[in-house]
Each structure stands twice: as C-alpha cells, then as structure tokens.
C-alpha cells in the first residue's frame, strides 16, 4: 500500500489496482486536481476543510465514473440524484472498493465547545491496516497497524492525542490535519513522541505530496 499526504486532512492510497482519495477539502490547495484524477472520494464528515462540496458535486454531474462514500449530511443529496455513484455510509458498514478493503468507523465529531452540535464523523479503516479517523479520537476497537493523527485543530487536546495513540496502540504514526498550526507547533507536538516520551512511537510529519510506503 502507498500513501500520499496532501495539505491538511486530505490522502491517497493506491493498494493493488485500487485507488482511494479521502477528504480532498478547502485546506487542501490542489483539491481540485487531485478530485479530476481518481474515480474513488471517501470523506469523513461535512466540514469544508475535509469536503470540497462544490468541485466533488461538479465532478459527479461531469463523470459517471465518479463514486463518492460519506455520511449522510454530504452525500445524502447526491445518493438520492445519482445512486449509482453515491453512497451513504456510517459505522458497522463494510465496503470492498476496487479491490481495497473498507470498514467504517467512528459516529460523531469530536467536541468543539459545549453549545456546538456534534457533527456526524466517520473513519476509515484502509485493508485492515492504515485508519483515517475524521475529526475524532473515537477508538476503532479494532487493530490499527499505520494510524493518521490529527495533529490540530480547534477542538483538539495534546492530551487528547495522546491518550488517543495510546488506547489505539498501532505500529506506525503519521500526523495529519496539521494546517491549523504552525512549524513551531507541529515541532512541539512532535518532541513528546519519542523513546521516554509520553509516545514511544515517533510521529511523522510529511510534507503535501510525499510518498510513504506501508
């Protein structure tokens, strides 16, 4: 399986044949390019900075080849008009998608304030091995070999984090959603993944547009 990291929350997976686009949304500067190049979106919750809705409801009227998964406040519309390429998807489903293994995880946004509803989030959980969990640190229940970490964010907690990668327990760390920080932040959130740190595990940070092999 090859990862590429885009801006903030946003990734592709290539897994054999198969080709998967998650959360390609308004933080991600390329958004747009990288909807005209897969035939696969997957997207985790209705925020703009993980769903570009104008350029994937454009996309959808302009190809038919084009098949879009989330929650029912993004793709509920579109499964209604278009069936045939939009699917509403929540926590228990089981997806196989061009050959790529899809569980479905997760349930709600995690807390921003009090007074906010908590949106509908879910993750996804990639072949049995990388997970992409939204805007949430719900546990999966489920073992997670390469977790994608929400790094900040308005509604995250170093704390948080923390304690989320160590209930999840995986191999491998890769930081994302990192747009709402800066160099400084994201260095500082990195020092307390190490050994003798509050994670033994180190936390990746790739920069948009590389290429990690799982």
């Not at 038919?64 to 045939?84: I, K, S």
């Not at 998807?89 to 569980?103: M, S, W």
């Not at 921003?112 to 879910?122: E, K, M, T, Y």
């Amino acid at each position: 399986m090859r990862l590429t990291k885009h801006a903030h929350a946003c990734v592709e997976i290539d897994a054999g044949d198969g080709h998967l686009l998650i959360d390609p949304g308004g933080f991600t500067p390329d958004a747009d390019e990288l909807i005209a190049r897969t035939s696969v979106i997957l997207i985790t919750h209705e925020h703009m900075d993980h769903a570009n809705v104008g350029a994937i409801a454009e996309a959808l009227e302009a190809r038919e080849d084009l098949r879009v998964y989330g929650p029912q406040a993004v793709v509920g519309e579109w499964a209604e008009r278009l069936p045939a390429q939009a699917k509403v998807v929540a926590p228990g489903d089981a997806l196989l998608i061009d050959g790529i293994e899809v569980t479905v995880h997760g349930g709600l946004h995690a807390v921003v304030h009090r007074d906010l509803p908590r949106v509908a989030n879910v993750g996804y959980l990639i072949d049995g091995t990388l997970f992409h969990p939204g805007d949430s640190f719900e546990v999966p229940g489920v073992l997670i070999d390469v977790l994608l970490l929400p790094v900040s964010g308005p509604w995250m907690k170093l704390s948080e984090a923390i304690d989320y990668v160590r209930a999840v327990a995986p191999a491998r760390v890769i930081g994302i959603h990192e747009r709402a920080t800066s160099e400084i932040g994201l260095r500082l959130l990195g020092s307390h993944f190490r050994p003798g740190g509050l994670v033994e595990i180190p936390l990746e940070l790739p920069a948009p547009g590389e290429l990690l092999e799982l």
